[in-house]
């Protein structure tokens, strides 16, 4: 089979949401030693998550592992009888989605991160210190496409879209989108060079290489970012409460800071 330049990209694309969905799929059997936590994480936090994890663990209070991936999937495989014990969305609606059918433990749900918006541009690419996105998007991207997580079902996508029209480009981009499984298929295709320009998490942004900021976003163009964590109905345990606590501490909220997210 003969694909275009474009159809290998859409290829990728499609093996990389697959990959993702098995990788869900296959680390999520109950974790073999009794004190483990397995928590369904957003893949936008799989850098600053994990660090926790392992201060958590050092700190001699068990062990937490993370499954990373879009908020969507990981929200879908919970419904599905994924056991997870903490679930960690990169927006509300998909904990809203759970919620709504009783797959979370509402006391315990709360916005534990906040996040915005960023235009970015492979790092080799040239600066340009007078990038508007209102009026430069469309010229910068030329007859290429822009790499975006899906906005039909990825939090960073919603988010992204809700800015494009915002500034009027909607019209313009919807036609004009690589449709990424997460955020992270945006950063690494833009990375790459296949895409000129990508719209992801600031946090992202910062703790990626290959890529610089073009441009940012103001929190007036789309929805405020938050990042609600909760327990899984059925799932609740001392380990689990605890490490919901231990996020809550100042020294997570330094980490958290570190890696480029703000506090809600």
């Known amino acids: 089979m003969i694909f275009t330049p474009f159809a290998r990209l859409v290829s990728r694309v499609t093996i990389s949401f697959t990959v993702l969905t098995l990788a869900v799929s296959m680390t999520a059997p109950r974790p ?5 936590v397995l928590a369904f994480a957003a893949a936008s936090t799989s850098e600053a998550l994990t660090e926790a994890a392992e201060q958590f663990a050092r700190a001699g209070h ?10 969507s999937i990981l929200a879908k495989q919970i419904e599905n009888g994924a056991p997870a014990d903490i679930y960690l969305s990169a927006n ?22 906040a996040n915005s918006l960023v235009l970015i541009a492979p790092a080799d690419s040239p600066p ?5 996105a209102e009026t430069d998007i469309v010229a910068a991207l030329g007859d290429r496409r822009l790499a975006v997580g899906d906005p039909d079902h990825v939090p ?3 988010y992204a879209r809700q800015a494009l029209e915002a500034l009027g480009l909607w019209p313009v981009l919807e036609n004009r989108l690589i449709r990424a499984a997460d955020v992270r298929v945006a950063l690494h295709l ?8 990508g719209i992801v998490y600031a946090s992202d942004a910062g ?32 380990v689990a409460r605890q490490f919901l606590e231990f996020l809550a501490t100042p020294e997570m909220a330094a980490l958290f800071r570190r890696h480029g997210f703000a506090l809600p």
């Open 32 to 36: 073999a030693h009794a004190a483990d």
């Open 92 to 113: 509300p609606a998909w904990m809203d989605y759970l919620a709504a059918r009783g797959h979370i433990v509402a006391a315990t749900r709360r916005d534990l991160l």
């Open 207 to 238: 703790d990626f290489d290959g890529i610089r900021v073009a441009a940012a976003f103001t929190p007036a163009e789309h929805a405020p970012i938050r990042y609600p964590i909760a327990l899984v109905t059925g799932r609740d345990n001392p």
């Open 190 to 197: 833009v990375a790459r060079g296949e895409a000129p320009l």
């Open 62 to 71: 068990g062990r937490v592992r993370g499954v990373f991936a879009g908020s």
């Open 156 to 158: 960073a996508g919603i």
């Open 128 to 132: 340009s210190s007078a990038f508007n």
